[in-house]
């Protein structure tokens, strides 16, 4: 598999794992009341202690990023623009999200926007790459 589309799957099962430690943290999940409501609908779900709520807006800004993320990626594979601009961008990209995660889940404010503020500049490296 080529490089760059090794990365977009590292992030993809990066945020897979994300959404789901979100959903299990929210369900809490690690007593018997919370895996019940981990198995059923989440109809009753307890309100989100700060913990969870970090933890779920992590999740939905993973999402959001791998969107952008892939795209610029498969229009890169497709194009035949993955130079090392390109692959240096995706490398960034994906290891700023490593770091970010927990900062976000752990609540340290000013470093999160930082590390994202970086994995921003692995997305623009990209683009810049195949212009």
Do not use: H
């Amino acid at each position: 598999m080529p490089k760059l589309l090794s990365l977009v799957v590292c992030m993809t099962l990066l945020t897979w794992l994300t959404v789901v430690a979100a959903s299990l943290i929210r369900a809490r999940a690690w007593t018997p009341k919370g895996l019940m409501l981990a198995f059923g609908n989440r109809d009753n779900l307890p309100e989100a202690t700060p913990l969870a709520g970090r933890t779920q807006r992590a999740a939905a800004n993973s999402l959001e990023n791998l969107l952008f993320f892939a795209a610029l990626a498969l229009v890169a594979q497709a194009a035949g623009a993955t130079n090392e601009r390109v692959l240096l961008g995706a490398q960034i990209f994906l290891w700023a999200r490593v770091v970010y995660l927990p900062v976000y889940v752990l609540g340290i404010a000013f470093v999160r926007t930082g590390v994202w503020s970086v994995s921003i500049v692995g997305l623009g490296l990209m683009v810049a790459g195949m212009v």
